[in-house]
């Protein structure tokens, strides 16, 4: 389960989608330490066929949503049942999404820790591709009438078996799509089955290294976290 990743800063976004520049400042710097919940970019097509940078809630709330409480733990969908759980049928089907990314996070279930005062933690890792400076994880997303009548967009991040590079550090990854599959992963008319030959296509060639565990605390943000140790 990836609960934590890297976003780049609004311009490399700009720069990397060859899209106009929007000045919203709201990812000036990126981030280097996402958590769920958090709002995020994401890439999606307008109707008139353009790529539009918005900011959206990480965890995802379907359209048909009735509690004033948001779900909780819908920022991850599972590739192998996002095309037909209703939590994420709909998004599935018509409403894809680009998350942009340098990398992201996940903890070794053979790696422990010692800390200090006798804790113990699992051992970090940051998985990136050597080769490509920016990665656009694949996506869903869904607009949702708050109670008080504001609306709210939201994502959520598709997970799949982990690639043969990285499945010894973790067992499940995001499907990371290559530039080629962008426009059929954006495009509305793209059908179910074409959706799910992008997923099990989506690129393989990841690596990754051990970081420091000060990444396990949110407020901690900064480039020094994805360094190997």
């Given at each position: 389960?990836?609960?934590?990743?890297?976003t780049?800063?609004?311009?490399?976004?700009?720069?990397y989608?060859?899209?106009?520049?929007?000045?919203?400042?709201?990812?000036?710097?990126?981030?280097?330490?996402?958590?769920?919940?958090?709002?995020?970019?994401i890439?999606?097509m307008?109707?008139?066929?353009?790529?539009?940078l918005?900011?959206v809630?990480?965890?995802?709330?379907?359209f048909?949503?009735?509690?004033?409480?948001?779900?909780?733990g819908?920022?991850?969908?599972r590739?192998e049942?996002?095309?037909?759980?209703p939590?994420w049928r709909n998004?599935?089907?018509y409403?894809r999404?680009?998350?942009?990314a340098?990398?992201?996070?996940?903890?070794?279930?053979?790696?422990?820790l010692?800390?200090?005062?006798?804790?113990?933690?699992?051992?970090?890792?940051?998985?990136?591709?050597?080769?490509?400076?920016?990665?656009?994880?694949?996506?869903?997303?869904?607009?949702?009438?708050?109670?008080?009548?504001?609306?709210?967009?939201?994502?959520?991040?598709?997970?799949?078996s982990?690639a043969p590079?990285i499945r010894?550090i973790y067992?499940?990854?995001?499907?990371?799509l290559s530039?080629?599959?962008?426009?059929?992963w954006?495009?509305?008319e793209t059908?179910?089955?074409e959706?799910?030959h992008?997923v099990?296509?989506a690129?393989?060639?990841?690596?990754?290294?051990?970081v420091?565990?000060?990444?396990?605390?949110?407020?901690?943000?900064?480039?020094?976290?994805?360094e190997a140790l």
């Open positions: 389960m990836c609960g934590r990743y890297v780049p800063a609004e311009a490399e976004i700009e720069r989608w060859h899209i106009g520049a929007h000045d919203s400042g709201l990812w000036a710097r990126g981030s280097f330490n996402v958590a769920p919940t958090s709002m995020v970019p890439l999606r307008e109707v008139e066929g353009q790529l539009q918005v900011a809630r990480w965890g995802l709330i379907p048909w949503w009735k509690k004033a409480q948001v779900p909780s819908t920022y991850n969908a590739s049942e996002a095309g037909h759980k939590m998004s599935y089907r409403r999404c680009l998350m942009p340098l990398g992201w996070y996940e903890w070794s279930d053979k790696e422990v010692h800390m200090q005062a006798g804790r113990e933690t699992r051992q970090p890792y940051y998985l990136y591709c050597s080769t490509e400076p920016v990665l656009a994880f694949a996506a869903l997303w869904s607009s949702w009438e708050a109670p008080n009548g504001d609306e709210l967009l939201s994502c959520a991040m598709l997970t799949k982990a590079s010894a067992g499940r990854m995001p499907v990371v530039p080629s599959q962008y426009d059929a954006l495009a509305a059908r179910p089955d959706v799910a992008l099990a296509s690129r393989t060639d990841l690596a990754g290294h051990r420091s565990p000060l990444v396990n605390d949110t407020r901690n943000d900064f480039p020094a976290l994805l």
